[in-house]
Structure formats: C-alpha cells, structure tokens
C-alpha cells in the first residue's frame, strides 16, 4: 500500500503565510522540450557559450539543473551550502536565487526541475539523512516563495538525487541509497509526498549512488532511470510504477548521472567516466538501440543538462576538485556538439 505523508516541517518559519500553487499538467512542459529539441543548434546564435555561477571563496561544488522554456531561465542547485542559482538563456552571469546554509533547512540541494505553472523542485541529496528534523526537498513557485518543505516517507535515509515532472502534472524523486521514487503533489489537502515505486525485490542496493537521473518517455507512459553504480537503465511505469530492465545493448554506462531525452534520442552523461552516451530510444522507454559514446571535456565533471531554448547546458561540477575546488564556476552550452 502506498504510505503517504503530507509532512511540511513543523518550524513555524518553513509554513506560515505560505501560498498554495497550482500544479498544471506536465502537457505543456513536454511540448516545450520537444519544440526546443526540433530546434537543436538553430537557437544558440547570439548567446554565451558559458554562464557564469556565482561561488563562495572557499570553493563550490554543483549537481543539478532546471529549466523554464516558457521564462527562458535555467536554475543550478550548489551541493555546497545548498545555494540555488538562476540565469537567463541571453545572459552571461547567473545570480544567487535562493541562499542556502540552512536557508528553509536546506544544507545541500542536487536534482531541479520546473513545472508547467514555474514551480521549482528541489532534491535534497542527503540534507535530511541523519537530521529528521531537515527536509528531504522543497518546492518554491517562480517568484521564489517557499510552497512546500517535506520529508519523505518509508526511509530515514533517503538521498534524493534527480526529479521529473510526470505526465499527470507531479514531480517524482529518484533515490539513490534505495531503489524507491517519490511522487510529489498537491491537492486540496495540501502537498505531500509519497513512496510511489518501490523495487526492491527487482533492483539491487549496492555500494555507491544507485537511481539517479530520471526522464519521462516520448509517450509518457514510463521514466527511463538510470542507476549509475552499476550502469543499468530501468523502465518504472507511470501507471503502477512496475520496473523492468532496459536492455542496454552491453553498453557501458558506469557512473550514468544525467539524462536528456529529445524526441527519440536518448543523452547520458556519465560524469567521472567523462563520457557522453548517445541512443535512440523507444517511444514508450522499454528499448534502446544504436548505442554511440563520446569523450566529454577532460577538464570538467559533467553531471546534468537540460534542453533551454534549443540548446543543451550542461552543469560543471567542479567535482574533481579537492580538497577545495575552485573558480570559474559554469554551465556550459552545447558542450559535445
């Protein structure tokens, strides 16, 4: 049975005089993406081929990146202190958005995405493994209230690592220390988050980071997920959450983060590989086939990218870097084209 928990934090400063948003569908979103991806490398004329990050002295590390198509900015969230930035597609500097270091309690932040209304989703990471009382994610709208700060169900250490947006409009969480996805929602009641999928008995806990990226198919029936300690892919269904491995065609996908899809190919980033997997995949995420790989930037750690305007931006991590990593902080445009 599905364990539910509507569990926005007690802390007074994380709810009161928070307004409710409207999550619409994902319809809109994905038309979005496939408009931009029918326009891949027609757009990027006229803006920088890198976006600077703001970073703290001491050195910054960053995961995650989420889009607004119809705003045309992106938002990058810092695993350091938890910082969330935001940029315009036109314009070369990005600024701090939201502050982190225990801002709404969030000390850490990986996967973003945006939904159709402009609402931003945040992944947690590990923020809440071992302080119960922080929150696992977070929603904001596009103005940048807090909407929601939330604790998932069923795990006391769940590591949030990436979020999409579903075909029925709701944000869902891959976890990386247990094969779990979270859904997020709201409703009359307010938001909540649930345990959705659970494959355990199918996917197996193994050292390091397992479900990590995560998109929707092209006919919105599954999420392709990648788990990227052991290379695999996996179709979770969106109708009941069932999973079933994707055969990958013996492709070696370690250290799979990122994933992109535009239309019927399929984009993996495998960051410490420095690699870039490039497939067709079928329209309903069960299959994939005509498997190519690429070297990405020796120099950079790529681990996620989004589609914004036509063109891929990808986020340098910066982790590669020890013990304090360093300056220019970026995303990088078309990176491997």
Known sequence: MKRIIATA????????GVATATITSGAD?????????????????????????????AGSRFEGIGVDERRGLFYVSEVTGGEIHRGSARDATAEEWLAGDGT??????????????GNVYIAGGPNG???????D???YS?????????????TPDAFLNDVAIGADGAAYFTNSNDPQIFRVAQSAAGWSA???????????????????????????????????????????????????????QGADLVNADGLVRQGNELTVIRNFSKKVA???????????????????????????????????????????EQPAPSGPYDVVGSPWS
């Open 137 to 139: 994610l977070w929603v």
């Open 29 to 57: 979103e994905a038309a979005a993406a496939e408009t931009s991806a029918a326009h891949l490398g027609g757009q990027s004329q006229g803006r920088p081929d890198r976006y600077v990050l703001p970073g703290d002295a």
């Open 104 to 117: 709404d309690g969030r000390f850490t932040a990986r996967g973003v995405t945006v939904d159709g209304a």
């Open 194 to 248: 649930e345990l959705w999928a659970d494959a355990s008995g199918t996917v197996d806990r193994v050292a390091g980071f397992n479900l990590g990226g995560i998109v929707l198919s092209a006919d919105r029936s599954a999420f392709v997920v990648a788990q990227g300690n052991t290379g695999q892919l996996w179709r979770f269904a969106t109708s009941d959450g069932a999973v079933s491995a994707i055969d990958t």
């Open 129 to 135: 493994i071992g302080n119960p009382d922080r929150p």
């Open 9 to 16: 934090l007690a802390a007074a400063s994380l709810t009161a």
């Open 142 to 154: 596009g103005e940048g209230e807090l909407l929601a700060a939330l604790r998932v169900p069923g």
């Open 278 to 320: 490039t497939m067709r995949v079928s329209a309903d995420g069960d299959s994939v086939f005509g498997v190519s790989q690429q070297a990405s930037d020796p120099d950079r750690v790529y681990t996620t990218a989004k589609m914004l305007r036509g063109r891929l931006l990808a986020v340098d991590s910066k982790f590669d």
